[in-house]
């Protein structure tokens, strides 16, 4: 009998380490990675202010661009942390200076049917846009919140008076191409907040002011600027994800430089036209 346990104790073993080995993502192909700037910080929400709010819901789901010269895919996925760091081996694990990378398209390409079929995919959009011309989305909430309390003094009785704001959370991000010679660049500016308290808490008891909560925010930014190389995904990372043990990574897939192409093809002709006179006036 102890001879049965101890080789359903090695069977049960040997179960759980297949599927642990099963479940553990090969490393993603990283060609090379880039620095990032990360800011993140737990702070009081921010109240709009009047102009933002007059802006009406159109400032709350918005997309922008100008132009057709880059043909952008950005794609953002909420990953468990263990899967991360399987996922990219070398990346630091925390610190102000985190690291991008380009990853082959293919290789994650191949990743993004199961991170549908798992629901990771937080948010996709196109973006278009010109070489020095900001491409923008934004995915925002509103919501109501006591600001503060306006309190009046005097003969009469303590008066208190909430007043009500509104605060916005959400995805934001901005990219921006670059042309420096035949090189194409990407400037991008993706900021995150998230509400970490549910609602604010103030009440007035006694003839006396009590006490207000107000919601807090876990406020993230990424910044940094890459190079685009053909064949590859940029992906940024990482942030704080909305769920327990989980982070972001946004990827940036260039699809279309047409701008870039159009001007190396008009150097190409113009470098064949200057060549066939020089022939022809010989």
Same mark, same amino acid.
């Given at each position: 009998?102890?001879?049965?346990?101890?080789?359903?104790?090695?069977?049960?073993?040997c179960?759980?380490?297949?599927?642990s080995?099963?479940?553990?993502?090969? !490393? $993603?192909? +990283?060609?090379d990675?880039?620095? @990032?700037?990360?800011? #993140?910080?737990?702070q009081?929400?921010?109240r709009?202010? %009047?102009?933002?709010?007059?802006?009406?819901?159109?400032?709350?789901?918005?997309?922008?661009?100008?132009?057709?010269?880059v043909?952008?895919?950005a794609?953002?996925?909420?990953?468990?942390?263990?899967e991360?760091?399987a996922?990219?081996?070398?990346?630091?694990?925390k610190?102000?200076?985190?690291?991008?990378?380009?990853i082959e398209?293919?290789?994650?390409?191949?990743?993004?049917?199961?991170?549908?079929?798992?629901?990771?995919?937080?948010?996709?959009s196109a973006?278009?846009?010109?070489f020095?011309?900001?491409?923008?989305?934004?995915?925002?909430s509103r919501?109501?919140?006591?600001?503060?309390?306006?309190?009046?003094?005097?003969?009469? !009785? $303590?008066? +208190?008076?909430p007043?009500?704001? @509104?605060?916005?959370? #959400?995805?934001?991000?901005?990219?921006?191409?670059?042309? %420096?010679?035949?090189?194409?660049?990407?400037?991008?500016d993706?900021?995150?907040?998230?509400?970490?308290?549910?609602?604010?808490?103030?009440h007035?008891?006694?003839?006396r002011i009590?006490?207000?909560?107000?919601?807090?925010?876990?406020?993230?930014?990424?910044?940094?600027?890459?190079?685009?190389?053909?064949?590859?995904?940029?992906?940024?990372?990482?942030?704080?994800?909305?769920?327990p043990?989980?982070?972001?990574?946004?990827?940036?897939?260039?699809?279309?430089?047409?701008?870039?192409?159009?001007?190396?093809?008009r150097?190409?002709?113009?470098?064949?036209?200057?060549?066939?006179?020089?022939?022809?006036a010989?």
């Open positions: 009998m102890p001879r049965l346990l101890s080789l359903g104790g090695t069977l049960a073993a179960l759980l380490t297949a599927c080995t099963t479940a553990r993502p090969a !490393p $993603l192909a +990283v060609q990675t880039f620095v @990032v700037d990360y800011q #993140g910080r737990v009081p929400v921010e709009l202010s %009047d102009d933002a709010l007059m802006a009406g819901d159109d400032a709350m789901a918005q997309l922008s661009g100008t132009g057709s010269a043909q952008m895919q794609l953002l996925v909420e990953l468990p942390t263990d991360v760091r996922l990219l081996p070398t990346w630091p694990r610190g102000p200076r985190l690291q991008g990378a380009h398209r293919e290789d994650l390409l191949g990743r993004l049917d199961d991170w549908r079929r798992r629901n990771l995919v937080a948010a996709e973006l278009v846009g010109d020095g011309v900001e491409a923008t989305f934004r995915s925002l919501r109501a919140y006591i600001s503060h309390l306006d309190i009046e003094c005097g003969a009469d !009785p $303590l008066m +208190v008076d007043q009500i704001g @509104v605060y916005e959370y #959400g995805l934001e991000l901005g990219i921006t191409p670059r042309r %420096d010679g035949d090189e194409t660049a990407l400037a991008f993706w900021r995150s907040r998230d509400r970490i308290t549910p609602s604010n808490v103030g007035y008891e006694g003839g009590g006490s207000i909560e107000l919601p807090m925010m876990l406020d993230q930014r990424v910044r940094g600027q890459a190079e685009v190389v053909p064949g590859a995904v940029l992906m940024l990372g990482a942030m704080v994800g909305s769920r043990n989980t982070v972001c990574l946004l990827c940036v897939d260039v699809r279309d430089a047409r701008g870039l192409e159009d001007a190396r093809d150097g190409v002709a113009l470098a064949a036209g200057a060549q066939q006179a020089a022939i022809d010989r």
